[in-house]
């Protein structure tokens, strides 16, 4: 505790982060240098994918996860209630998309088996809904003061994660708020945020040239993208004040995990937000440079086993700020790309899905977002021209509605439309197209981007499944609190199974 509150204090002084930018400032003047040289071009595509689960006792209930879990294959994330999963890149191809997969189920059936031992089940899941034994609200707001440092007891040890909060709280007076349909909170730690589930495609891009243009693409994806995903449309039952909980259902938003997310850090900075274009891959580096410095570490406070590569032995300070650089599409410069070589690589970091039921699914995401980025730029597509604040406004929309969401898109022929038949149509032919492109076999798309697109089909998604769920448990004589928790109940036993969403009956 007291080396926790010691780092958190020598981070939050002002000599530390005048040194910070400082070095961020060179390191950036350094990477321009490396992006001119072509240090960054890698010989192809490549994949890569994170995603967060939680865990749950055997009565349902949020439960912490215990240290043996984390000798399995997971990370520790901002609750103690989450763990993350991550895979190493591969190509972007065939055998590459199996291995992906492959090690994700991995991942997933060795650290559940670990759970298991401990009486937890490991949720895939976007949004925990039934609280954990001691209320939602005292999870959240259990902290402690020690020599002007706020700890939030069931947030991870991590000096990070608590300078972060800690700088926000300053910023805030003390307290974060939440807004949205049917709750009002106020939480006395940005650990609400943990209420999140995520997964994170990434996409290698072969030359920093080419990069700004899959990224202006990507940009534009975002909403309908998301509406396909959606999959937190309930808070945990002891945040609501609910009168009439059918209002609630028709009210909600489909994805609550963008704004909790958003509200727990900007009330501080508007840094959790819609990305802005780039004209050049240098512009992604001057972007980080600009935007606000948050809980900034020195990289000889970090043990030597802790440093991780090259690049990030070379750039710490300038990589340690990527990680309080929130768009929704970020820029992820270094790491060693896919077939080897001396050189680092360029990639998209694609970060507003949710985590998805099944493994099936999460890579069917992994595979939608890295073949419609790759076809469009195949297809020399016009997307690109898009008003940037038209896909701001789809995206939003996709947030609140899911599939009922207004959205924006421009077709192959450069016309605008909002018909999301056209939309959708195109969006799954150019992902195919990009498949294609790198050269996946006809039965692997039908494995991972089929679910995705019979979710159009049948017009349904997680988020909805959840909802019309509840709905009939109200229907049934349950109340709001019994409803939803049958419901999730149902949720995790389905995804359990390993069967994609759109199979569920």
């Not at 890149?89 to 991995?106: C, K, M, N, V, Y």
């Not at 970091?349 to 992994?366: A, C, I, K, S």
């Amino acid at each position: 505790m007291t080396d926790l509150v010691d780092q958190v204090r020598r981070s939050l002084r002002e000599d530390t982060q005048r040194e910070f930018d400082r070095r961020v400032e060179d390191q950036a003047d350094r990477l321009r240098e490396a992006l001119r040289e072509g240090r960054l071009d890698s010989p192809g595509f490549g994949l890569g994918i994170e995603l967060e689960a939680y865990a749950v006792d055997g009565d349902g209930r949020l439960a912490r996860v215990p240290e043996s879990v984390f000798d399995a294959d997971c990370e520790r994330e901002l609750g103690r209630h989450g763990v993350e999963f991550h895979t190493a890149p591969d190509p972007f191809d065939g055998e590459g998309i199996s291995a992906q997969a492959e090690t994700l189920r991995r991942h997933v059936r060795n650290v559940r088996r670990v759970a298991a031992r401990e009486g937890l089940e490991v949720v895939l899941d976007a949004m925990w809904t039934v609280p954990p034994s001691e209320g939602t609200p005292a999870y959240l707001g259990d902290v402690i003061e020690r020599d002007g440092v706020t700890i939030a007891e069931n947030m991870t040890r991590s000096p990070r994660y608590c300078a972060i909060d800690n700088e926000v709280l300053a910023r805030t007076g003390g307290t974060v708020g939440l807004s949205v349909p049917g709750a009002e909170c106020d939480f006395p730690s940005i650990l609400f945020e943990s209420l999140t589930n995520s997964i994170q495609p990434h996409v290698q891009v072969p030359t920093a040239e080419a990069f700004p243009r899959y990224y202006g693409l990507a940009v534009r994806t975002l909403g309908p993208v998301l509406a396909l995903a959606t999959n937190s449309p309930l808070l945990p039952t002891d945040l609501y004040d609910v009168d009439d909980p059918y209002r609630l259902l028709d009210e909600t938003y489909h994805e609550l995990r963008i704004p909790v997310f958003e509200q727990s850090v900007n009330a501080a900075w508007e840094k959790v937000r819609f990305p802005d274009g780039i004209r050049t891959a240098s512009d992604a580096v001057d972007a980080l440079v600009a935007d606000p410095t948050c809980a900034p570490f020195l990289r000889e406070w970090i043990d030597d086993d802790e440093r991780g590569d090259a690049f990030a032995d070379r750039f710490w300070e300038f990589d340690h700020k990527r990680g309080t650089y929130w768009r929704w599409l970020r820029t992820v410069i270094g790491g060693q790309p896919v077939g080897g070589g001396d050189s680092w690589s360029i990639r998209l970091e694609y970060r507003p899905l949710p985590t998805q039921p099944t493994v099936v699914d999460n890579v069917g995401f992994q595979c939608l977002v890295a073949g419609l980025v790759r076809g469009l730029g195949a297809a020399d597509h016009p997307l690109a021209s898009l008003d940037r604040d038209l896909a701001e406004r789809s995206f939003y929309s996709a947030v609140e509605n899911g599939l009922d969401a207004d959205l924006a898109w421009v077709t192959a022929d450069s016309e605008r439309t909002t018909d999301r038949a056209v939309i959708f149509d195109e969006l799954f032919a150019l992902a195919r197209r990009g498949l294609r492109e790198q050269g996946v076999p006809q039965a692997t798309v039908e494995e991972y981007l089929a679910p995705i697109e019979e979710r159009w089909a049948g017009r349904t998604t997680p988020s909805r499944w959840k909802l019309e769920r509840v709905r009939d448990h109200l229907d049934a004589g349950q109340d709001f609190e019994e409803a939803v928790r049958e419901m999730q109940s149902e949720y995790v036993r389905l995804s359990g199974t390993g069967e994609p969403f759109v199979r569920w009956s």
